[in-house]
């Protein structure tokens, strides 16, 4: 009976991660929409049952039962499949989160995290080039382009931690934030972390890829029904993704201490709230502020942090 329990075990535990998390990405839209609507004053949803709250399960329904479009020209079998292949990676990403459980045994937790955020453009590329559409190429070059820049600065950004904590396990960052949080030691690299996970997932102020002023909503300008919703998911599990880790890298996260969801809460507030209150930036704007503010300041701090590393220990 128990031979196969090391098996069974991860795979009811991933199977409750996926449902849960997809949950919360329910519930984060309807978080979104309500908070959209107060910062615009006006009403977020509140016509579905009491204050709006089984609006997620409607829309989900809804978005679901329409018919599937495509278009003639498309390639049809890759088009179909990219929205699927970027939400599994959206999804596989959360199994790098730090359990006490040994769900999966992560050494190198840090590396699959970037593997997998590395992957993700894959997935958008592959949406905007298939339906052979010239405004959903744009968006997903565009994509492409934003996310590749931005990746170098959020590793180097990374390998800064690594340095302090000496170890690529997500493990480490829980037990050296016990007495301080790291926030409060690099608390520039914490707004440099936060403004380019908005870019890394496509949102305000960085959401060329869904510019709808010029693009009619980028790379997925072609997908409806299922499609969508899946483009959907991927975005807003990521957006929850880069809260979690925000909160477990700077903000000393236990995943056992209720305060942990909190904190997690509260950073994708604040990815909304930048969402609600900041206009589109400009793209060449974009590109500046990665490659001449944020690359040079995450390499000074790389080697100040390699510094503090050597002459202090």
């Known amino acids: 009976m128990f031979e196969n329990i090391d098996l069974i075990v991860p795979f009811i535990s991933s199977l ?26 006006r009403k977020g949803p509140n016509k579905v049952g009491f204050m709006g709250i089984p609006q997620p ?20 079998f890759i088009y179909y499949f990219s929205p699927i292949f970027s ?10 989160i730090p359990y006490f459980l040994k769900l999966y045994s992560f050494n190198l937790g840090v590396l699959f995290f ?41 590793v180097l950004i990374f390998l800064s931690m690594i340095f302090l904590v000496m170890s690529y396990n997500f493990y480490f960052f829980i037990f050296y934030q016990e007495y301080i949080w ?19 997932t496509n949102r305000t102020p960085f959401d060329f890829a869904e510019g709808e002023s010029e693009l009619v909503s980028g790379f997925n300008v072609e997908y409806s029904s299922g499609g969508f919703a899946l483009i959907f998911l991927a975005e807003y599990a990521s957006i929850l993704f880069m809260s979690m880790l925000f ?18 809460l509260f950073i994708s507030f604040m990815f909304i709230w930048v969402r609600g209150t900041l206009p ?3 793209y060449d704007k974009l590109m500046n502020l990665s490659w001449k503010m944020y690359l040079p300041f995450s390499l000074n701090m790389l080697i100040f942090m390699l510094m503090i590393k050597i002459f202090m220990f």
């Open 16 to 41: 409750l991660l996926v449902i849960f998390v997809m949950i919360g990405v329910a519930f984060l839209t309807l978080l979104e929409r309500k908070l959209l609507g107060y910062i615009q004053i």
């Open 247 to 264: 909160s477990l890298v700077f903000l000393g996260g236990s995943l056992f201490n209720f305060f942990f969801y909190f904190k997690l």
């Open 114 to 154: 970037i593997c997998c955020l590395s992957m993700g453009v894959y997935g958008v590329m592959i949406a905007g080039w298939s339906s052979n559409s010239n405004y959903a190429l744009l968006g997903g070059l565009r994509a492409v382009a934003q996310t590749i820049s931005y990746e170098v600065s959020l």
């Open 57 to 76: 399960f409607s829309d989900a329904i809804k978005l679901f039962t329409k018919e599937q479009t495509f278009p003639m020209m498309s390639n049809y």
């Open 182 to 200: 790291f926030i409060f030691l690099m608390f520039p690299l914490g707004l440099v972390w936060f403004s380019t996970s908005l870019a890394e």
């Open 280 to 282: 589109r930036f400009r």
């Open 87 to 96: 939400l599994f990676l959206a999804l596989t990403a959360w199994t790098c």
